[in-house]
């Protein structure tokens, strides 16, 4: 009788989280929880595939000690900001300071990444209820896009992630003012993302033309679009010539041809596929009713106008950012065609929706998209793989970091470890997987070659790593490691 009272806090503690406002949280937990599994993993196996990562750990480790952001594997003496506007960075020095490891960048983004599946379950389970809404946030946390950019080490649009879900949950749900508030500081994780920002400006404009007009919101919305287009010029024209040390945007080039001959065009079957992908798998298409695709059009624009293939196909993280705009367009579709006067529509949109007599709402929907990521070769298939030693690397050296070898000089990098020991992953060369023409690799280079400066551990071998690959860097004339 007198454990009574304590069994039944504990039921109503049980019952209080089961409640259904917490589930974008417990679905945002377990993601987190994944994204940080699969990223350490592939970290602690040495399967970095990029730069990147050791490009934004110099970088951030900077801002950590209040110095300008400088990456020596970028190039000697190279300022972060002269290569791509993302001072948002900054935001991880403190807990950097606190844990200064590759490690934190990693589990940085995997937070960012899952915060923002709460908006995306939220407006789900508002719009759609609760099995719905649950069933919308695992489809969006296993999208192909969202795995693609976890398995790419590290990059800036991590940080874009939540701030365009909250803007646009914002949006559908006509709360203006805050989706001007998430928005703006888009322009602060990527030059390009200005325009994006500008994006959700003329979405709040033309969502609120639907209903009653409001002078203030125009204001906002109008606001915005100014804010971001004007953030995005002056960052192309001024901030970043201004810390680039040949006092221009490098990549501006991906626009025109090399040496000024005529510039590769996407085939239009590879642009058909990305898209198709970007729409069929993750929404059934049904998302193409949505106005709120309006935002992914920048993204996809600059993408598809540029010379490098590397940005046209599913690779990489290109794709991260429009998948929180296809998932929430997902949700403000579904909820206007199923009470659609369209027959075919009404029954379309309950096939997405999984409505049966019998069984939960909405499971299908998980298994279909689950199915989708697990054909398309995604990241998470890969965590049962053994850890890689590169082909005639003695392990104990591997682990140990880059050391010098017996016939060596200081600074050069020992084979096997920027390499891999196999074509595939040289400097230079493309992944097989990637899919890439093997002389595009002088514009992209920085994600083709392996960052082993964030492959190793502890302090004092990330040192190590550093100096030598800043000498391989600076022994390559032929090889600019860069990339968007």
């Excluded at 002078?215 to 010029?233: M, N, Q, S």
């Amino acid at each position: 009788m007198r454990d009574r009272p304590g069994i039944g806090a504990v039921a109503r503690a049980a019952a209080a989280l089961r409640a259904p406002r917490l589930d974008p949280y417990w679905v945002s937990g377990v993601l987190f929880v994944l994204y940080t599994t699969l990223s350490v993993c592939r970290h602690r196996r040495m399967l970095t595939m990029s730069w990147d990562l050791g490009i934004f750990e110099q970088a951030i480790q900077a801002y950590a000690r209040l110095q300008a952001p400088v990456a020596d594997l970028k190039g000697p003496g190279t300022n972060i900001l002269g290569d791509h506007f993302s001072p948002v960075t900054a935001l991880i020095a403190p807990v950097y300071r606190a844990f200064p490891s590759p490690v934190t960048l990693l589990v940085v983004q995997a937070a960012l990444f899952a915060v923002s599946a709460v908006p995306v379950t939220r407006l789900a389970a508002r719009r759609l209820g609760r099995g719905r809404g649950l069933a919308i946030g695992v489809a969006y946390g296993l999208s192909w896009g969202v795995q693609r950019a976890v398995d790419f080490d590290f990059h800036e649009i991590a940080f874009a992630m939540p701030l365009l879900a909250f803007a646009l949950e914002a949006v559908v749900c006509r709360r203006w003012r805050a989706a001007v508030l998430w928005a703006a500081p888009l322009v602060l994780v990527k030059e390009d993302l200005g325009v994006t920002a500008a994006a959700v400006g003329v979405l709040i404009l033309l969502r609120q033309r639907s209903g009653a007009r409001d002078r203030r919101v125009v204001v906002w919305g109008g606001g915005l679009v100014a804010f971001g287009l004007a953030a995005t010029a002056v960052a192309l024209g001024v901030v970043i010539p201004g810390f680039n040390s040949t006092g221009s945007y490098d990549y501006w080039n991906k626009l025109d041809g090399e040496g000024g001959g005529p510039a590769p065009v996407i085939p239009l079957d590879t642009a058909v596929r990305t898209l198709l992908w970007t729409v069929l798998p993750t929404t059934g298409l049904l998302a193409l009713r949505s106005p709120l695709l309006i935002v992914a059009l920048p993204t996809l624009g600059w993408r598809f106008l540029s010379h490098d293939d590397h940005y046209w196909g599913t690779d990489w993280h290109y794709s991260a950012v429009l998948m929180p705009v296809v998932f929430i367009a997902l949700t403000d579709a579904l909820e206007t065609a199923r009470r659609s006067g369209r027959p075919w529509l009404r029954s379309y949109a309950h096939q997405l929706l999984g409505r049966r007599p019998r069984g939960g709402p909405g499971a299908e929907r998980v298994a279909a998209a689950v199915r989708a990521d697990a054909a398309g070769d995604v990241p998470h298939t890969g965590l049962g793989e053994g850890r890689r030693t590169p082909a005639g690397a003695d392990p104990r050296r591997v682990d140990g970091g880059i050391g010098r070898g017996p016939d060596k000089p200081a600074g050069e990098p020992v084979p096997g470890v920027l390499d891999r020991g196999h074509a595939g992953h040289r400097p230079g060369l493309r992944r097989p997987a990637d899919r890439r023409r093997p002389g595009a690799a002088g514009s992209g280079g920085r994600r083709a070659a392996h960052a082993s400066g964030s492959a190793v551990r502890g302090a004092g071998q990330r040192r190590r790593v550093r100096g030598a690959e800043a000498g391989a860097v600076a022994g390559r004339a032929d090889f600019s490691p860069s990339g968007v």
